[in-house]
């Protein structure tokens, strides 16, 4: 990570409106929760995931993509990619072995009756939530692994949402309870300075230049 030195030679070049919002959104970030995307293959609907995601505060998301590798649809992300920090995966199972040696408990999201309600979870453990495809759900492999499994409740025909539509849900229920609790959900200091070093190396087109006008002040 760069110097404490270098991040404030960087912030002083935004705007005092920049930078007042890069202060006020990093204490809203959170890693108590992060949000893992399986072999979903719409590109939209990973984008809009991740546009969700940064709506709600969640740093880290995880895409796993074991049968295609796609490339974001910078489009519909609408520059959420900037802001948020995406880990990619070619095989569920190495993530979630990743994700256990980093302290968080899998929870798979299912419409399966057995699961838990959305409003019962229980947010005190950092938790890594997945989410599959419409069509198909999660893999057989993450559902038998998964520590528990969450659902929304739905009381019309359809049973289903769009996996877009189901992160929107579920962020907005589980960071507002989030938000609301006693629980220790903020970016430690050394994450705020690493997350907010990234958003301004990708702010300023110049940065090679920047790096250079730095070492030799």
Request: hydrophobic share 40%.
């Amino acid at each position: 990570m760069a110097s404490i030195e270098f991040l404030a030679f960087l912030e002083e070049l935004l705007t005092p409106e920049r930078k007042a919002l890069f202060n006020k959104v990093i204490e809203q970030r959170t890693n108590h929760f992060t949000v893992v995307t399986e072999d979903v293959y719409q590109l939209h609907n990973t984008s809009a995931v991740i546009r969700s995601c940064d709506v709600f505060g969640i740093q880290n998301v995880h895409v796993i993509e074991e049968q295609k590798v796609k490339k974001i649809d910078r489009e519909i992300a609408m520059g959420a990619q900037k802001w948020v920090t995406l880990n990619r995966h070619d095989d569920s199972l190495k993530c979630i072995s990743k994700l256990r040696e980093d302290g968080y408990q899998i929870i798979a999201t299912s419409p399966n009756a057995e699961a838990i309600e959305l409003s019962d979870f229980d947010i005190t453990k950092p938790s890594a939530l997945f989410l599959g495809t419409e069509k198909d759900g999660l893999s057989n492999e993450v559902l038998s692994i998964a520590d528990q499994c969450i659902r929304i409740p739905m009381v019309g025909f359809t049973e289903s949402l769009n996996i877009s539509v189901s992160a929107a849900i579920i962020l907005q229920e589980l960071t507002s309870r989030l938000r609301k609790s006693k629980i220790s959900w903020e970016l430690s200091d050394y994450d705020k300075n690493e997350v907010k070093f990234e958003w301004l190396r990708k702010s300023f087109k110049n940065f090679d230049h920047l790096v250079t006008r730095f070492e030799n002040s």
